[in-house]
């Protein structure tokens, strides 16, 4: 898991094509380029929507990023392995080991997974893909607290133009109850799990293409639509982790800069804050700038997904965040789970926050762990209290309220509902 900043896709566009066939040719060039950057990107959204819809225990939505065929396989390098085949069998296997069972997330629950360093390498011919994923799982319900972690090895392959999942292979490492700690998987030294790159090709994620490129039907202004709107996601990224920087060491004043004039913090089960005087309101209520001597304020920001709305003005960001919260010199110490949905836009062509929307999933003492101790904050009071209480429409019980996804599911093409005990908030701007 680590905040990372994009690299910015760049195509070089000549500014007159010659004529004729060769025009034809640079065009269809440009258009198989295209499409095989924004396969890479696709294979990513399939991964962050798995840990996006696991965080709430919307199993049968995993289940449905996998193949027809699909396989699932736990292990088989330490102890036998464990497989299911097909969606169905998928969602049931993941429902048991990390959901208690249930579909949708209950109020003592937790099932987050934070998959992060991607390795992803495409074909030559563009239709299939190979990824491998560092994981660490919070998961345990009633009254249960365990972390487990490893290594997902994947294959993805395209099919009638749908990227999905072939098959995952997840390598556990370590794992056991929180109250003990956890141990190597199997308990004994660990073999490497297999990799699919070598440290040649690892590098290059998209590798030279081969044969002619395809007859494409796409003018040169829609194909270059579509590289802006991927530069466009790359700056949005880079914005977020510009944000989660500057929040993790307390720069107030340089995440204050990061918003528009009428920007608003929404804070799930607190309130709003109202423009760039109530976000700094927000922020010191949180402590003043600056870290103090053994304090720890970490936000890492996981599985990322950014969605550019028509016309290039507006934008979004939907993602995780694992809180490492602390004061060394008080030996206190939190772990916080949150899910933020937030909203962009553009003042004189520069993109800025235009709403900050945080839902608290959990938070607990860390010497107590998820099973034994779930806090809530108590709302601001005072010079620091919110301008005005949150829409009735984003209320939920505590943490219960489920952020609404940013697009339909990338396989099915169906929206995502709740489940279970679960609310849908944020479902429309403020």
Do not use: C
Not at 53 to 66: E, H, I, M, R, S
């Amino acid at each position: 898991m680590k905040r990372w900043l994009t690299t910015v896709f760049a195509a070089l566009l000549p500014l007159l094509l010659p004529t004729g066939l060769h025009a034809d040719a640079e065009l269809d060039a440009l258009a198989r380029d295209l499409d095989r950057n924004k396969s890479i990107r696709a294979v990513k959204l399939l991964q962050n929507s798995y840990a996006q819809y696991a965080q709430y225990g919307l199993w049968t939505a995993v289940g449905d990023l996998f193949a027809g065929d699909g396989r699932f396989v736990f292990d088989g390098l330490v102890l036998p392995a464990e497989t299911a085949t097909g969606p169905a069998a998928i969602a049931d296997f993941l429902r048991s080991r990390y959901g208690g069972g249930l579909e949708g997330l209950r109020a003592d629950g937790l099932s987050s997974m934070f998959i992060e360093a991607p390795i992803v390498n495409l074909s030559p011919d563009g239709e299939n893909a190979k990824g491998r994923w560092q994981v660490m799982i919070f998961h345990g319900h009633e009254g249960e607290a365990r972390i487990e972690g490893g290594v997902f090895n994947v294959d993805y392959e395209r099919e009638a133009g749908v990227w999905k999942i072939a098959n995952m292979q997840y390598y556990p490492q370590y794992d056991g109850p929180y109250a003990v700690g956890w141990t190597n998987w199997g308990g004994g030294d660990l073999p490497v799990p297999p990799r699919h790159y070598t440290a040649e090709s690892a590098g290059v994620p998209i590798p030279p293409a081969t044969g002619e490129a395809p007859p494409s039907a796409a003018s040169l202004a829609e194909l270059q639509a579509g590289i802006d709107t991927l530069n466009e996601s790359d700056r949005i990224l880079n914005l977020q982790s510009a944000y989660g920087y500057y929040y993790d060491r307390k720069m107030w004043d340089d995440v204050v800069e990061l918003f528009a004039e009428d920007g608003v913090v929404e804070i799930g089960g607190m309130g709003q804050w109202q423009g760039k005087e109530g976000v700094r309101h927000w922020l010191e209520s949180i402590g003043p700038a600056g870290l103090s001597h053994g304090q720890l304020n970490d936000q890492l920001q996981n599985n990322v997904i950014v969605s550019i709305a028509p016309g290039g003005n507006e934008a979004f960001a939907r993602g995780i965040e694992l809180g490492m919260l602390g004061e060394a010199d008080q030996e206190l110490g939190w772990w916080q789970v949150t899910t933020f949905r937030n909203r962009f836009v553009k003042e004189d062509g520069v993109w800025k926050l235009r709403e900050l929307r945080r839902f608290p999933l959990m938070k607990t003492d860390i010497f107590l762990g998820w099973g034994e101790s779930r806090l809530v904050d108590p709302i601001p009071t005072g010079a620091h209290a919110p301008d005005t209480p949150s829409p009735a429409a984003d209320t939920a019980a505590p943490g219960l309220a489920m952020p609404a996804f940013l697009d339909v599911h990338p396989v099915t093409g169906e929206e995502i509902t709740s489940a279970g005990e679960l609310r849908m908030v944020a479902t429309s701007n403020l």
